[in-house]
């Protein structure tokens, strides 16, 4: 199907590695955020901490605890990545980030 400007496809757009996402896995569905390491062929990577630990991880940087909670470095093979959204606010629902500065009073990117 031809794209605009002579036939040429539209690409979509790149979340470049640094950027803060949502990585959504099936078989077993789980759900991650983190910091986009890379994403290749064979798979991504990330630096994250499950969604359901996210909340917990989040009181933990705002009480000023010891790290009992922090993020890991993983590897999810292609073929259990259903998708990958970046963090950004969706209208009025805040982002991951903006959560984690509402509580925690500063950037989650100066607290890693």
């Known amino acids: 199907m031809p794209g605009p400007a002579g ?10 590695p640094g950027s803060a996402v949502i990585v959504n896995l099936i078989s077993p569905a789980e759900k991650y955020w983190g910091v986009l390491g890379e994403i ?4 991504v990577t990330l630096r994250g901490i499950g ?7 989040t009181a933990q940087a705002a009480r000023g605890a010891e790290r009992a909670l922090d993020l890991a470095t993983m590897f999810f093979p292609l073929f259990r990545v259903e998708r990958i959204f970046l963090d950004e606010p969706v209208g009025e629902v805040e982002s991951y980030g903006q959560r984690f500065l509402r509580r925690v009073g500063r950037p989650v990117e ?3």
């Open 7 to 16: 036939g040429a496809r539209a690409r979509p757009p790149e979340i470049p």
């Open 40 to 43: 290749g062929a064979a798979g």
């Open 51 to 57: 969604l359901e630990s996210f909340d917990d991880w």
């Open 110 to 112: 100066e607290y890693l």
